[in-house]
């Protein structure tokens, strides 16, 4: 796995460039949603990781970084969406909370379009429990199983 903290669309370009031959999985990290949407026009990349779901909601819906735009050009381009488990070992409650119901949104989407999604930061002895988590999340059956599968910390 090759982690792409970038913020430079053209650099990324010339980064994932470099190790498309390599054979490893190229995940990018997510930023604003019109980067978001820039990079996952490229066909290259396999992961867009929300690492923090940290954004500014509005009166009646929630910012989570995704959205159903998104949501179709990862279903389209096969772009799975990673989503960083390590947020919730840190930080307030109420940080905890709005965490959880940002992910649960994102769920929701992914459900929906049929995006592939992948959980980072996992450790490798309580699979069985991460997959009961998700289901309480709101993912499907066949849904929490492929994440927890593909799942690598």
């Known amino acids: 796995m090759k982690l792409i903290n970038e913020k430079d669309i053209g650099k990324i370009g010339q980064i994932i460039s470099s190790i498309i031959n390599s054979g490893e999985k190229i995940v990018v990290l997510a930023g604003n949603e019109e980067f978001n949407r820039k990079v996952l026009e490229k066909k290259d990349i396999d992961v867009l990781l929300f690492s923090n779901l940290y954004g500014k909601d509005k009166l009646k819906q929630r910012d989570s970084g995704l959205n159903q735009v998104l949501c179709k050009l990862a279903n389209k381009n096969d772009i799975a969406i990673g989503v960083d488990l ?18 649960m949104q994102n769920i929701r989407l992914c459900k929906k379009f049929k995006v592939k999604m992948i959980i980072i930061n996992v450790k490798e002895n309580n ?27």
């Not at 390590?86 to 992910?103: E, I, N, P, T």
């Not at 009961?132 to 910390?153: I, R, Y």
């Open 127 to 153: 699979k069985k429990d991460l997959n009961s988590f998700l289901l309480t999340l709101g993912m499907d059956t066949k849904m929490a199983k492929s994440a927890v599968e593909n799942s690598f910390s």
């Open 86 to 103: 390590k947020q919730l070992d840190s930080g307030s409650d109420f940080d905890k909370s709005v965490y959880l119901a940002r992910l």
